[in-house]
């Protein structure tokens, strides 16, 4: 008989915790259900500290009617509040597990290509060498000379001297006649060096 009251007051408390589909609402994609679902746990920790809190100052575990008057206290501007901790939690790690990934795939990347990008690139530069001496030497073979060639294309041409000018031969004064001066005689051609 003893029981009989307690499975009465069973009976009437709902099957459910209300909170649940108040911060599971709307959660059409499953992102949003583990944003109410975290939001939920969040206010689990929030009910347990508050019933660990009423414990201590009461000497007793809250009723049945406390408990419904503390999750009736839970606003809507508290439930924004929490599913807004609840997307910071997630964003929060999300950061951490892209911090992680980014750090593993930067030293997989780094760990073995270094060595077999450098020895590609080693490779490559003792191919183009040959390339480039066996070009060479068969055009050394076939008659020309590539060096000189090269040599004679990076060296400037030499600067020949300016040729003398040229003056027209004037026609005879009349009158009496002058040794012609000095400066007046044509240049001797001057040697190349």
Sequence with gaps: MNDQPAQLADASRAPLDPMFPRLIKEADTPEQKLI????YGLY???????????????GRYPAENELRAYERSWTISRLDGIRNAAIQLV???ADTVANQLEAEILRRALKGRFWRSVGRWLFSAVIYTLVVLGSIFALN????DPIKMIQDFATPPRASPPE???????PPASGPSHPPSPSAAPAPAQRAR
């Design 36 to 39: 109410g679902f975290i939001a």
């Design 44 to 58: 689990e920790e929030a009910r347990r500290e508050w019933v660990s809190d009423f414990r201590d100052q009461e």
């Design 91 to 93: 964003a929060a790690y």
């Design 141 to 144: 073979r076939y008659g020309s």
């Design 164 to 170: 003398p000018a040229q003056t027209p031969a004037q």
